[in-house]
């Protein structure tokens, strides 16, 4: 719907919003009336009507410099400039190539939280209990070995078997220890 003057029934094309002591007020004003009251009249070539055309050609992409280069996903092609357009991400592949991008967006729209603390569906409370006991003792079991309590990361490796997960399950993340090293450690 189109906004029409406040002094005529011509279309507006000037639209001020002020707002002053919390009152807000809006003006809408066709251009002769715009003109009477002193408003600046954009032109062909004004400052503003180039400014614009350039924002527009910077979200179209017409207007990108050809040394810098667009970070996009191997498997889809999906870029973080289309995730952010419409919320979606391209492929499973985009969360680990955008990761980091992503990481912040998800960590500010959390308030700061980028851990599930909230509650589950009734029928994967079993699985969610079990991954959580599972990542708590595979760490408890990186720390014994680290520690050397090759007695102690016996039982929790154990623990970790009945639960499903292997002792190398325990060490695919940490890079700084040696999962075969470890296991012969364990061995004994």
């Known amino acids: 719907m189109e906004t029409t003057c406040d002094c005529c029934p011509n279309p507006a094309v000037v639209h001020e ?19 009477e009251r002193g ?15 350039l924002m527009q050609q910077l979200q179209t992409g017409q207007a990108a410099t050809p040394s810098r280069t667009v970070k996009a996903c191997p498997s889809c092609g999906g870029t973080m400039a289309a995730v952010r357009e419409t919320g979606l991400v391209g492929c499973p592949l985009c969360y680990r190539h955008f ?4 990481g912040a967006i998800i960590t500010r729209a959390q308030a ?16 969610v209990d079990r991954a959580a006991m599972r990542n708590r003792l595979a ?10 309590e090759y007695e102690r990361a016996a039982r929790l490796r154990d623990k970790l078997q009945e639960l499903g997960g ?11 220890t040696d999962a075969s090293a470890a296991e012969g450690g364990l061995a004994g």
Do not use: Q, W
């Not at 408003?39 to 055309?53: A, E, G």
């Not at 292997?166 to 700084?176: I, K, L, R, V």
């Open 139 to 148: 760490r408890e079991l990186r720390e014994a070995v680290a520690r050397e």
């Open 112 to 127: 700061g939280a980028n851990v599930h603390v909230g509650r589950h569906p009734a029928h994967a409370s079993d699985l």
């Open 166 to 176: 292997g002792p190398t399950d325990a060490f695919a993340d940490d890079s700084d």
């Open 17 to 35: 919003t002020v707002i002053r002591n919390g009152v807000k007020s809006e003006v809408h004003l066709c251009a002769d009336h715009a003109r």
């Open 99 to 102: 990761e980091d991008e992503l």
């Open 39 to 53: 408003y600046p009249m954009p032109s062909v070539d004004s400052p503003s009507i180039l400014v614009s055309k």
